[in-house]
T-cell receptor
Framework: NAGVMQNPRHLVRRRGQEARLRCSPM?????VYWYRQLPEEGLKFMVY????????ESGMPKERFSAEFPKEGPSILRIQQVVRGDSAAYFC?????????????FGPGTRLTVL | AQSVTQLGSHVSVSEGALVLLRCNYS??????LFWYVQYPNQGLQLLLK??????LVKGINGFEAEFKKSETSFHLTKPSAHMSDAAEYFC???????????FGKGTSLLVTP
């Protein structure tokens, strides 16, 4: 049973370009979460999605960031017009529906570097 | 909102010594608590979790943690450190009615020969 998959593992963008980060949850998981880890910091919650629905995006920056989890395919975190401050590790986690203990399974992360 | 504080951003122990990583939480209601480990350039791996069952929780790799409500603590321990334990450790909390995990800033564990 494959774990949470994220790609690319490393992404380099120049300021003003777009970054697309992909996350495939574990088989049987329908809940996806995105977190951002800045250097020397813990992970910060960004957004929680279920298939075709954004449940909570309270941790997302108001501009340039968006996320989706379509009926088919991976979840996508999209960052438009990247700036140097967007450089971070972005982690995706997944969980099955109906789990009460909130255990989340994390992917290996995408490390975004903005030049 | 619930949060966690990890005391000590860096902890150094000798191989074979006791490992103690501290985590205190703030929550007005009983939370779910987690310890995750992160090896360099990798994702987070769950070590153990507390979900209101036994207060002493045993995890993988010989780690355990004790939930102490009176102290609002969930410290992580291991009786004997191994070189392979060197990593970043994160404590996290979530409310039973919530889903987002709130992470501490992490403690970097160094194990010396």
């Amino acid at each position: 049973n494959a774990g949470v998959m994220q790609n690319p593992r490393h992404l380099v963008r120049r300021r003003g370009q777009e970054a697309r980060l992909r996350c495939s949850p574990m088989k049987g998981h329908s809940h996806v979460y995105w977190y951002r880890q800045l250097p020397e910091e813990g992970l910060k919650f960004m957004v929680y999605l279920q298939k075709e629905n954004i449940i909570d995006e309270s941790g997302m920056p108001k501009e340039r960031f968006s996320a989706e989890f379509p009926k088919e395919g991976p979840s996508i975190l999209r960052i438009q017009q990247v700036v140097r401050g967007d450089s971070a590790a972005y982690f995706c986690a997944s969980s099955p529906a109906g789990v009460r203990d909130n255990e989340q399974f994390f992917g290996p992360g995408t490390r975004l570097t903005v030049l | 909102a619930q949060s966690v504080t990890q005391l000590g951003s860096h902890v150094s122990v000798s191989e074979g010594a006791l490992v103690l990583l501290r985590c205190n939480y703030s929550s007005s209601v009983p939370p779910y608590l987690f310890w995750y480990v992160q090896y360099p350039n990798q994702g987070l791996q769950l070590l153990l979790k507390y979900t209101s069952a036994a207060t002493l929780v045993k995890g993988i790799n010989g780690f355990e943690a004790e939930f102490k409500k009176s102290e609002t603590s969930f410290h992580l321990t291991k009786p004997s450190a191994h070189m392979s334990d060197a990593a970043e450790y994160f404590c996290a909390v979530s409310h039973i009615s919530g889903y987002a995990l709130n992470f501490g800033k992490g403690t970097s564990l160094l194990v010396t020969p």
